[in-house]
């Protein structure tokens, strides 16, 4: 089935071409199918343990920052990046999807999209009615931010919600939508000495019948102030084996390093789209050799779109090579790699354990020092990304080298 096609309109204030040269270029890059990353950088109230690019809005600035959305996907449409068919997927992510619906409905009614259509849900907003909104909107899959069903690990974690609130949205969600997804953070160290609750929650998850639970282990990025403790790497291995034994008592399976699946659920991630064009403050975008990544800044975002140029701040090459190889470490991730003429390879106990550990180390030699850099834009503009302090973030010879080499002129 094909979705909607775009819808042509003037945007007030925007120019009639918005960045359309650049979106062509953009559009040849792209190598195959490809789905959409939509970034929503707004919450009502910022945790501290989050690494992501959000920030509480200014009054004003979400409707800005939406239309300056609608018009990046308009230039990218315009161009032919959605290819024929549309976005192969739509995966709405934040900060908080779910803090202003309305003007997010008018960005997702333009976007063609031929599969699943998904969306990150804060606990505190997947009421019943709420979450009708979302169905009504197309979305086919909800992920909940449950984190933890234990007030002390929520209030640890200074949570916006308390356990009951999370648990209520879980089975509102239930059987709502194609693909229920629920989220838990374990920070190991935390769960031995205080509560001891994630195993429990795990099995909560099942009974409330999620389609899949992802079990995140807390990455402690150093510019927040949950960074740079070390990990107990061999106690976190022994309470993902101790989950895997769990989910299969419990009729579920190990989907992935971090998920956990009904057997005849389809898997729902964000990272293991082959694919993707991300459209936000922050999304970044993989084309097959090229990596790219917008400005994290809201209003330096919105300022370039008002002005006719994408809002992309970085353009890493990887070249033929280097997209495979990121290709196929994204792909691992699900525990199952198929080579060309090498044959398909699943990942043993042991094989997860060291993937886990080869993603947090990818997470803080690569991922860490290239969001801190570009959060850095929000002081630049006279605000705070909420707790976070882009220098006090690990240094990393490797991204430095990666970044001097691929880096392309924007
Ligand atoms: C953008 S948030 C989800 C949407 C919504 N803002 C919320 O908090 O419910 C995406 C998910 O990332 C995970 N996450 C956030 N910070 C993390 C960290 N430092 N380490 C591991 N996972 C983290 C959480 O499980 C969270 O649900
Ligand atoms: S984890 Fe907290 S700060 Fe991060 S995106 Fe979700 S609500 Fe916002």
Redesign the pocket.
């Known amino acids: 089935m094909v979705g909607p096609r775009p819808v042509r309109h003037q945007s007030p204030g925007l120019p009639a071409e918005p960045a359309g040269r650049h979106a062509a270029s953009v559009a040849k890059l792209i190598d195959g199918p490809i789905g959409a990353y939509v970034h929503v950088p707004f ?1 009502a109230t910022i ?1 501290p ?4 690019n ?1 920030v509480v809005p200014r009054p004003g600035q979400p409707e800005r920052y939406f239309r300056a959305l609608r018009a990046e996907a308009r230039a990218h449409l315009d161009a032919g990046a959605s290819g024929p068919e549309g976005f192969t997927s739509l995966y709405v ?6 803090l202003f619906p309305d003007l997010l409905r008018t960005v997702v009614a333009d976007l063609p999209v031929v599969g699943e259509r998904a969306i ?4 505190t907003h997947a009421t019943p009615e709420r979450l009708e909104v979302l169905r009504d909107m197309g979305f086919t899959a909800a ?5 933890a069903f234990s007030d002390e690990v929520l209030h640890h974690l200074r ?1 916006p919600h308390d356990a009951a609130t999370a648990r209520d949205a879980v089975t509102a969600a239930v059987g709502r939508f194609d693909l229920v997804d629920a ?3 374990l920070d190991v160290e935390f769960d031995d000495a205080h509560a001891g609750s994630f195993l429990r929650d795990l099995v909560t998850c099942f009974d409330l019948g999620v389609d899949q639970v ?1 079990t ?6 150093g510019y ?1 102030p ?1 960074g740079s403790g070390a990990h107990d790497r061999r106690r976190e291995h022994e309470v993902l084996a101790e989950a895997t034994r769990l989910a299969a008592d419990h009729g579920y399976e190990r989907r992935s390093v971090w998920t956990f699946n009904r057997p005849d659920s389809a898997s729902y991630t964000s990272i293991t789209r082959r694919r993707f064009l991300g459209l936000g403050a922050g999304a970044s975008s993989f084309l097959g050799r090229d990596f790219l990544v917008n400005h994290f800044g809201v209003e330096t975002y919105i300022a370039d779109v008002e002005s006719g140029r994408l809002p992309i701040a970085r353009h890493l090459r990887l070249g033929a090579a280097g997209g495979a190889a990121y290709d196929a470490f994204w792909r691992a991730y699900s525990g199952r790699l198929c080579i060309p003429g090498l044959g398909c390879h699943t990942l043993s106990p042991r094989g997860f354990d060291r993937y886990h550990d080869l993603e947090r180390w990818v997470t803080y030699h690569l991922i860490e020092p290239l969001w801190a850099e570009m959060l850095a834009e929000h002081a630049a503009e006279g605000t705070h990304a909420g707790w976070v302090t882009p220098s006090r973030a690990r240094v990393s010879r490797l991204w430095s080298v990666m970044s001097r080499v691929m880096e392309r002129q924007v």
């Open positions: 919450c945790c343990f989050c690494p992501y959000k992510g934040g900060g908080t999807p779910t990150e849900v804060l606990p992920s909940i931010g449950v984190q949570r989220d838990l953070v992802s995140y282990p807390l990455m402690r990025f927040t949950f």
